[in-house]
C-alpha cells in the first residue's frame, strides 16, 4: 500500500499514528483542540484521502494492527471535507505504517467464551464529544479472570451525542459495546460453543453501579431514554457487568 501511494516516509521514524496534544502540567484547565482553519483540499487530494483511509480500514487495521483503528475513527469523520490538516494526519499515518511495517496478532487456546472489555475517553473530541472503544477476545469460562488473548475485534467510535459526564460516556460504551457483541456471541453458539451471560469489563464503578441497579439514579434520567436496553439485557441474565481498573 505504501508502494501503491507512492509515500516517502520521512525522518525521524515514527512511532505514533497521531500527534501527541502537549500537556501543559500544573495546570488545572487543558487547552481544547484548536479548530482546524486550514484550506480546504482539492479533487484529486481528497480522492487520495479517501482512498488510504479506507485502504487501511477496511483490511489492515481492522484485522491486525488496532493500534491505528483511533486515529482512523478520527480521520473518518474528517474525510467527508478534508482539509490540509488532513491530508498532514494522513502523511502522519503513513509514516507510522513504514517504520511499523509487520504488525502481529497472536492468539492462544482458550475456553471459547466471548469477553469484552470496555472503555471511553469524556470530551476528548471536538464539538465536546466524546469517544468510545472496546476489545472483543474469547477467554476462558472464569466470569472475571482475564487471560490475554489477541482480539477477534476492536471498536472505536466517536459519539454524536454529547453526554454531559463521564459516567454517562462510559455507560454509554457499554451499551455500544453489549449491542456489537450479540452477533458474535450468536455465532459461536451456532459454531457449537455454548456461552454464559456475556462478561462485560468496565472501569467506571458508577456505570457498574447503574447498570446493576445498585446505584440510584438521580440526575441521570436522560440515560433511560436512550440506553435502558442494557438494563433490560442484565436483568435478562443475558450479560455481566463487572469493575475492574483500567
Excluded at 471536538?126 to 489477541?150: D, E, M, V, W
Aim: proline share 7%; with cysteine; hydrophobic share 30%.
Amino acid at each position: 500500500m505504501l508502494h501503491k501511494y507512492h509515500h516517502n516516509p520521512s525522518n525521524p521514524a515514527q512511532y505514533s499514528p497521531y500527534p501527541h496534544q502537549q500537556i501543559i502540567y500544573c495546570q488545572k484547565v487543558q487547552k481544547p483542540t484548536p479548530i482546524d482553519n486550514t484550506p480546504d483540499l482539492n479533487e484529486k487530494d481528497k480522492k487520495y484521502v479517501k482512498r488510504v483511509i479506507g485502504a487501511l480500514t477496511d483490511s489492515y487495521a481492522r484485522a491486525i494492527d488496532c493500534i491505528m483503528v483511533v486515529t482512523l475513527s478520527k480521520l473518518s469523520h474528517m474525510q467527508s471535507k478534508p482539509t490540509h490538516l488532513t491530508l498532514q494526519l494522513i502523511q502522519h499515518l503513513l509514516d507510522y505504517c513504514a517504520t511499523n511495517p509487520n504488525a502481529t496478532i497472536c492468539y492462544k487456546p482458550s475456553d471459547m467464551i466471548l469477553k469484552i472489555h470496555s472503555d471511553a475517553s469524556y470530551l476528548s473530541e471536538s464539538k465536546a464529544r466524546s469517544q468510545c472503544g472496546s476489545h472483543f477476545y474469547l477467554g476462558t469460562k472464569s466470569i472475571q479472570k482475564y487471560t490475554p488473548n489477541g482480539a477477534i475485534l476492536n471498536t472505536t467510535n466517536i459519539l454524536q451525542t454529547v453526554v454531559t459526564s463521564a459516567v454517562e460516556v462510559e455507560y454509554v460504551s457499554l451499551y455500544v459495546n453489549a449491542k456489537t457483541g450479540i452477533p458474535m456471541q450468536h455465532i459461536l453458539i451456532e459454531m457449537g460453543h455454548p456461552q454464559p451471560s456475556m462478561p462485560l469489563q468496565t472501569d467506571n464503578t458508577t456505570a457498574v453501579g447503574i447498570t446493576n441497579d445498585t446505584i440510584k439514579q438521580k440526575y441521570n434520567k436522560a440515560l433511560d431514554m436512550r440506553w435502558y436496553w442494557l438494563k433490560d439485557q442484565i436483568q435478562l441474565k443475558r450479560y455481566e457487568v463487572y469493575f475492574k481498573p483500567g
